[in-house]
């Protein structure tokens, strides 16, 4: 039996892991779905906040963190390094340190998301599918009702979540840390880490691996037993 802990990415609450922390369940392993908070003035640093605390009480762990919520738990296994099993990125990465998750997009995408913060008094609401077509992000695997849904359910994210960057420490080199590639192949990856692009650069060591799971952002909705299955996978051998 292991014990996960799962972070949402941007606009999501907790609920988004329910099918695959159901599936993890019934293979008997422990889940922490953690709720990052989305108050108007959270920030990165108080989303890294939120997943100590519950490491604190769940953990050893296997630390799960699916989009924006990669980097926050990057930072929080520095942290809380003793409380963390492996480090697992659904179609994410780690930040360098102080770096914000906008940084991330191209000039052009980061002035239409600095600029719809700018119109929805300090928060970036969920964009729609023709939104995310022009950030680059990908909505395969999810049908109409399914994205519906899931853009009725989403949360604002605050502009402290996106505009700022967690706290880095030492990554520890004998951390296993895989990779869940989701939109973006290994390869594609490997080119990037080859070219020094700061999102993918850290990826280079030996303590990194990946495992591809082709679908689109959002793999716990597109594909969770999938997923599930992988995660299971990443499990301690003990």
């Given at each position: 039996?292991?014990?996960?802990?799962?972070?949402?990415?941007?606009?999501?609450?907790?609920?988004?892991?329910?099918?695959?922390?159901?599936?993890?369940?019934?293979?008997?392993?422990?889940v922490h779905a953690v709720e990052l908070g989305h108050e108007p003035d959270a920030t990165a640093e108080s989303h890294v906040d939120d997943v100590l605390q519950v490491l604190e009480k769940a953990g050893p762990a296997?630390?799960?963190?699916?989009?924006?919520?990669?980097?926050?738990?990057?930072?929080?296994?520095?942290r809380a390094r003793e409380r963390v099993?492996?480090?697992?990125?659904?179609?994410?990465?780690?930040?360098?340190?102080?770096?914000?998750?906008?940084?991330?997009?191209?000039?052009?995408a980061q002035a239409w998301i600095r600029a719809r913060i700018a119109e929805?008094?300090?928060?970036?609401?969920?964009?729609?599918?023709?939104?995310?077509?022009?950030?680059?992000?990908?909505?395969?695997?999810?049908?109409?009702?399914?994205?519906?849904?899931?853009?009725?359910?989403?949360?604002?994210e605050?502009?402290?979540?996106?505009?700022?960057?967690?706290?880095?420490?030492?990554?520890d080199p004998m951390l296993p840390k895989t990779v869940v590639a989701c939109s973006f192949t290994e390869a594609q990856a490997?080119?990037?880490?080859?070219a020094g692009v700061p999102a993918f650069a850290e990826m280079a060591g030996p303590d990194w691996s990946f495992a591809e799971l082709p679908t689109g952002h959002w793999p716990m909705l597109s594909e969770p037993t999938e997923l599930a299955r992988l995660l299971g996978r990443f499990g301690d051998p003990a």
């Amino acid at each position: 039996m292991t014990t996960y802990v799962l972070v949402p990415g941007f606009w999501l609450g907790a609920w988004a892991w329910d099918a695959v922390a159901a599936d993890l369940r019934a293979a008997g392993h422990e889940v922490h779905a953690v709720e990052l908070g989305h108050e108007p003035d959270a920030t990165a640093e108080s989303h890294v906040d939120d997943v100590l605390q519950v490491l604190e009480k769940a953990g050893p762990a296997v630390l799960v963190g699916h989009s924006g919520g990669g980097p926050v738990c990057a930072a929080a296994a520095e942290r809380a390094r003793e409380r963390v099993l492996r480090l697992v990125f659904v179609d994410t990465g780690p930040l360098p340190d102080g770096v914000a998750q906008v940084e991330f997009n191209p000039p052009e995408a980061q002035a239409w998301i600095r600029a719809r913060i700018a119109e929805h008094d300090g928060v970036q609401p969920m964009p729609t599918r023709a939104g995310f077509a022009q950030l680059g992000t990908s909505t395969a695997g999810l049908d109409d009702e399914t994205f519906a849904d899931l853009h009725a359910r989403a949360l604002a994210e605050p502009a402290g979540v996106v505009l700022t960057g967690a706290r880095r420490g030492t990554p520890d080199p004998m951390l296993p840390k895989t990779v869940v590639a989701c939109s973006f192949t290994e390869a594609q990856a490997r080119e990037l880490i080859a070219a020094g692009v700061p999102a993918f650069a850290e990826m280079a060591g030996p303590d990194w691996s990946f495992a591809e799971l082709p679908t689109g952002h959002w793999p716990m909705l597109s594909e969770p037993t999938e997923l599930a299955r992988l995660l299971g996978r990443f499990g301690d051998p003990a």
